[in-house]
């Protein structure tokens, strides 16, 4: 399973980005996906997640901020970024609770850099 991420980039802060994250491979279905991101010196954290339900779940400092959305049928996860922060500034990460035909496994995409200059 690869998941790969994309949409990153510099931006100007108030302004917006979307990221996509597409999951390929050996997969019969996805329970969840989620974005984290880690800035320089900071430990990952979580910023949001979607279950395959619709559930979601937002970190309190991208809350108002950010929406993740996804489409079940095209495995793909999105972060729609608005009134971003220069502490939004990080590398974002995708991940996905895949089931396959051995067992229930987590994947991590390579991250995509966001920039927001002040």
């Known amino acids: 399973v690869q998941l790969v991420e994309s949409g990153g980039g510099l931006v100007q802060a108030g302004g917006s980005l979307r990221l996509s994250c597409v999951a390929s491979g050996s997969i019969l279905s996805i329970d969840y996906m989620g974005w984290y991101r880690q800035a320089p010196g900071k430990q990952r954290e979580l910023v949001a997640g979607i279950t395959s339900d619709g559930s979601t779940n937002y970190a309190d400092p991208v809350k108002g901020r950010f929406t993740i959305s996804s489409d079940n049928a095209k495995n793909t996860v999105y972060l729609q970024m608005n009134s971003l922060k220069p502490d939004d500034t990080a590398v974002y990460y995708c991940?996905?609770?895949?089931?396959?035909?051995?067992?229930?496994?987590?994947?991590w995409g390579q991250g995509t850099q966001v920039t927001v200059s002040s």
């Open positions: 991940t996905a609770d895949v089931r396959n035909g051995v067992g229930d496994y987590d994947y």
